[in-house]
């Protein structure tokens, strides 16, 4: 079995408000298994409690016990890229001005351009506009 071992109290108490206080989901949930682990919980009955899996419990407690209090927090860098660089975004946003009730054809440049699919949403999220300002057709 594996737990975490020698929290002191003060970390014990900080651990606990994090659970409590943290306006991250992911950053309350992993303080309150690093506590449950020191209570001596299984790996099996934390799996259940988290509804997480085994490989995710490992790495939480792999971060605790190399990172510590940072181990909690998300790492920048996680999720998906980019679809479009900087200057792409630039020439997104005036093919939009162009023709704002028209995506398709901006898909199409897009495509063409650099050779990249993309949907309309993408095209609307890149250009950082309201759906009310053009439509998807």
């Not at 510590?68 to 020439?91: A, D, I, S, T």
């Not at 028209?102 to 250009?127: F, G, M, P, R, Y």
Request: hydrophobic share 35%; net charge positive; aromatic share 10%.
């Amino acid at each position: 079995m594996r737990y975490i071992k020698g929290l002191t109290k003060d970390t014990s108490k900080l651990l606990k408000r994090i659970y409590k206080q943290s306006q991250y989901h992911q950053v309350r949930q992993r303080a309150h298994c690093i506590l449950l682990s020191y209570q001596k919980y299984k790996i099996s009955e934390l799996i259940k409690i988290f509804k997480v899996s085994r490989n995710t419990i490992y790495n939480w407690l792999n971060n605790w016990e190399s990172l510590g209090l940072v181990g909690l927090y998300n790492r920048e860098g996680r999720g998906r890229k980019k679809l479009f660089n900087p200057f792409q975004q630039e020439m997104i946003k005036a093919w939009v001005k162009e023709t704002p009730k028209k995506l398709t054809i901006v898909q199409e440049k897009i495509q063409k351009e650099w050779d990249i699919v993309a949907s309309k949403d993408t095209i609307a999220l890149s250009c950082q506009m309201s759906g009310n300002e053009m439509e998807k057709n």
